[in-house]
């Protein structure tokens, strides 16, 4: 939204493609108009929202805004391919900023594929577009921020909130004063969550970590336990909590296929994101016409997001402005992207201290077992995919045309980062290159395919 | 420098590449094999086909090498000693005219495949469409069926020549990309990069690209390479239970077992790059429509790049180089289907250095300098 308020103002044609029926993404996810209820976020963070979805509805009437549009390739020729509807659009536009933002980071464990075990941010979306509570009785478990966020909501929307289990204490950020007085106004939002979770009485086991989801047809109750170095469990801290909905985040994996797929140059960095598109300051990848924009290049947060997307909307309008096709243009000053900058700058230090609560050990991929499924879509083994790593199929490319982890439905959005981890945990590979990017980054129907729509060649 | 040595170096670790050295393991000659391929597993041709076998071709030499295939096949986890299986699947495999001319050819071509029992028959429109209701009428006169063609698992039967092998004292090494090939006191010295492998006899299985080694040898071969590309689906309903090919369309069609549904289709042009085109599926899609319009609904998964070999009569090229001791082995698009016969075949004359099989008299490099061209009626290629 920042950018295409930034690249409009700077007199550019922006078209906007949304994945999703409501602008906003799943920070700012706005439920449908016609659902009553409350929002259960704090009310700075609530401001937020409504300031930057009120600057992008003064635009998004001289824009061409999308609802629904899947963007489901891009290739180095520039050209955007879209699904809008039942028929698909071949856009090429002078200059495309990828904002797709990040998906939440699976770790398996034995029992995780239970209905009833979902990503907090997939119990949070619930709750802000459904207004509704995704369970009766919660475990919230993982690392980072996102959990107490969400353990805090889920109590403000009715569900008794069990136990939050975090990996290390949120205290540990103190080591990094600094940085959190950057954040100050942030910090205070997340105080103002914590007392929720204390108002209600939740639990906090710190150190815990789940270890096992249990029930038939649907999860009854998750075991909470401390592990070690190896993995194993600590003798003497398992802990049975009876449950209905365990909401985990382990951190986040940025959604970086289609940068891939159009052939920018790709970077890895196992907590920040796993494989990202390299970018500069504006966030231009290696190709002149392709800039990606928030946690796209690399987790940063909402805010330092919402700043960055007025930074680099301002580079794409140069960009197509420009036209020049290698050197980076110089960006013409304004308020809008003074004032950005230094948000960024700001918000950046800050968010450098969160990333550090993000990082997981690996020894929480060893909590799987045998018969734990590390791939959802094609039903892939953990023993299946250290069969394929024990006969000496070690790079991604190779274990997936063997045992066809991320050969499924998501394309591997949900498993990679585990079979990448696990090579290195089981046959000490470093996980090498990012599996090939293909076309489809979403699937559309032949019918679809074949209603074509091609922009007018210049 | 360090310098390995071995009897029979095979450059490729595709399926004529492994189903050759396996194959020579089978001839207990004692040789020393050794395989180098420059990528990793399955990562050419061999990984990225579309999995159909079919004896239903027009010309003997095509239905022997695929009729002696299929029984492989059919029996390839015992025989490989692999007990996790290829994932066969025979549901046959129907082959569709859309004119009279693409009838009249499948009519001469069935009476040959009945001369070597081939179970095939003639349908027409309507038992096409009884037999596959999601097919599309535009056009369609009929085709022909054979019940016993089918599909498998090229990475199961890839992973079965491989592990069979190397349990035979095959070293397979990927990763390994052959950089040159000299001759020196009737030695072939193959260069990588830091290393050298000196090999008495040296089969060339790398396909579209056999003219990079060979042409600085002073060897010419007709060989150009075809980029395609292949849709998958996701998991469907079953809607189409045998393999079809389309004469018209040029469009291979196999659901798999587990619900997916593979499309291969052709079009004419040029290189031999794996990437994903733009234009493509605008392309393809109308086509998988009007053949298929019982699919439409169907949401397309992914698509993939593969590299197909062209020779100037579109069949394989099998056999020794006018450099002695030196062999090729280029698919021309069906690696999959005919590497079992093909590496039968290509062991016998490796290792014994002659032959006296009458598909390979065929199939020779040199039937091009005589002129001899060999017509396949039944491709769905450009």
Redesign the interface.
Known sequence: MAAAIEATARGCEVTVLDESARPGGQIYRQADPRLQGTEFAEPTELARKKRLLGRFDEIVHAIDYRANAIAY?A?G?G?I?VQVGDG?E?LRPDAVVLATGVRERAIPFPGWTLPGVMFAGGAQAILKAQRTCPGRIAVVAGCGPLPIVVASQLTRAGTKVAALASLRSPLSILGSPGGLWHGRDIIREGVGYGRSLLQAGVARLTGYVPVRALGTGHLEAVQLARIDEHGQVVPGTVREIACDLLAVNYGFIANSELAA?AGARIRHDPDGGFWLPETDENGRTSLPWLFAAGDTAGLRGALVAESEGTIVGAAAATAVDTAVATAAPTVAASDALTEAIAVRSRYSRFARVVRQTLSVPVALWRTATDDTVICRCENVLLSEVRAALE???H?L??IK??ERPG???C?GRMCLHSVAVLAELHAGVAPGKMM?P???AR?????A??R?K?AAAE | MSAVTTDVLVIGAGFYGLSSAWSMTRLRSGARIMVVDHG????GAS?RNGAGFRMQWGLDLNILLCKESTAFFENAAELLDYPRGIELKQDGYLVLAHSQKALDKLNASIAIQHRYQVPSELLDADACVEMVPSLGRNRLVGGTYCARDGSASP?RLL?ALL?ASRREGVDVRYGTRVERIDQRDGVFIATIRDATIEAERVLLCTDWAVPQLLEPLGVELPVTSLPKEAIV??PCTPRVKPILISLEHKISVNQLARGSIVFVPTRAREGSTVE???DF??W???K??DLLPG??????????GCVSSITPDMQPILGETPIEKLYVAVSSFRGFMTCPAVGRMLADLVVNGVSDDPVLAQLTPSRFKAGNTIIEPLLNQE
């Not at chain 1, 699937?443 to 019918?447: C, E, N, R, S």
């Open positions: 390739a290739f020729n050209e391919h698909t071949v797929m006969s000496g199929h790079s490319n190779a045309r063997n050969m499924g439905w394309g090939t293909r076309p489809m699937p559309v129907t032949f019918a395919l074949a074509q091609r | 990793e597993f399955a990562s990984g990475f992973d592990v689906t996701v994903s085109t733009s599926l605008g393809a899609a109308p998988v429509v699919v439409a609904d169907v949401p397309v998964l992914r698509t993939w």
